[in-house]
């Protein structure tokens, strides 16, 4: 038989054991996103007193009028300053979370922009509240179509450059999470199954009936990694389903879930064999266990499971971009948050993720058969 046919076979026979076991699957994929989405998606409502740089530009009583009713609630504390380098600085330096720029045709009626708000991608947590309430305070003087929120890449001597918006005024929290959920649930399933699944064949000794049959023994790897690609889907839809009902959106729609399906096959392929590498060396499936959540749950948080890696420190962050997760989420986000996933992006994040996923299954092949000769 080839390797082919002979991987095809065995993913069959997995699938069959996922289909036996479907109910437990199925509520333990489901149990983690919940209890993380319910646990921290809130953590970002009840924000007060977020301080938020004002240019103004047009110095009229209209802007004035603007100005002060911005503080009208607890919610924001105005630090007015006199140029755009000046409260780039304090964005930069975390002084201020926010920039409003009031352009010199404040108030606009013919639904230019007027009004240009400018954050990082640190304040997940934030935006939901705060753009609303400067849109809603703009809307009273001029066109609603003249405000426009911006996502500020701090770049250090080029502060003023602003990239493509990330996090609209609909973005929360909980939308970011639940990108990062996702990739979290497909990762420890791989983590729980492939690896899992190997010992107990080797256990319950299937391995040696497996090698004494005509059949290529890098099928015996290959037929979990595609049985782990279709389960991707199922453990995806699963998350979806939770984070829509939860109140979370998909920015990019339906071809959106057409990237995050794609996104989560390979991940699943990288993670199923990195629990086959692992398995590969461990008899004991508590031990096994121990030590796949011992490296699934840094790598999740190093990806920007919880928090952007814009705000880990900077050995955090140089750890992140060897991290293939990090990938991952980052196609997850551009599609669920930004609404858009350019060629750039996408040439970047299924590279690496692809390269890594062949070095990895290979990798695996290699040391699940120098176990058995």
């Not at 996922?18 to 319910?38: C, H, M, V, Y």
């Not at 023994?217 to 782990?228: E, F, M, T, Y």
């Amino acid at each position: 038989m080839s390797l082919l046919s002979d991987s095809i076979a065995l993913y069959k026979r997995e699938m069959l054991i996922f289909r036996a076991n479907i109910r437990t699957n199925i509520i333990r994929s489901a149990i983690f996103p919940l209890f993380i989405i319910l646990l921290f998606g809130y953590l970002g409502s009840g924000v007060s007193n977020v301080p938020v740089a004002v240019v103004n530009y047009a110095n009229n009583p209209q802007s004035i009028q603007f100005i002060n009713s911005l503080e009208l609630q607890n919610l924001i504390v105005v630090q007015t300053v006199i140029s755009q380098d000046q409260a780039f600085d304090l964005l930069n330096s975390g002084q201020v979370n926010f920039v409003i720029v009031i352009l010199p045709n404040f108030p606009s009626s013919t639904g230019q922009t007027a009004i240009d708000v400018y954050y990082t991608n640190v304040q997940y947590t934030e935006t939901s509240e705060i753009l609303p309430v400067i849109q809603q305070r703009a809307a009273q003087l001029e066109s609603p179509q003249s405000f426009q929120s911006e996502f500020y890449e701090p770049t250090g001597s080029d502060a003023g450059v602003v990239s493509t918006p990330v996090n609209g005024a609909s973005g929360s929290y909980k939308t970011f999470l639940f990108s990062g959920v996702i990739g979290m649930v497909i990762v420890f399933s791989a983590l729980f199954g492939g690896g899992i699944s190997l010992i107990t064949d080797r256990l319950g000794g299937n391995i040696k009936s497996f090698l004494i049959t005509p059949i290529n023994k890098s099928a015996i790897i290959l037929g979990r990694v595609l049985s782990g690609m279709v389960q991707s889907t199922l453990f995806v839809v699963i998350v979806l389903i939770i984070g829509i009902a939860d109140g979370s959106t998909i920015a990019m729609g339906l071809i959106g879930l057409v990237w995050i399906f794609l996104l989560g096959a390979i991940l699943m392929v990288c993670f199923t064999s990195v629990s086959a590498i692992i398995a590969s060396r461990m008899k004991n499936i508590n031990a096994y266990a121990i030590f796949s959540q011992a490296v699934g749950l840094p790598l999740w948080f190093l990806s920007g499971g919880i928090i952007p890696v814009s705000s880990f420190p900077p050995v955090l962050q140089a750890i992140s971009v060897v991290n293939p997760m990090t990938y991952a989420l980052d196609g997850f986000r551009r599609v669920i948050l930004l609404g858009s996933y350019p060629i750039a992006n996408i040439a970047v994040d299924f590279g690496v993720l692809i390269a890594t996923a062949i070095v990895l299954t290979a990798l695996s092949i290699f040391l699940f058969k120098s176990t058995i000769d």
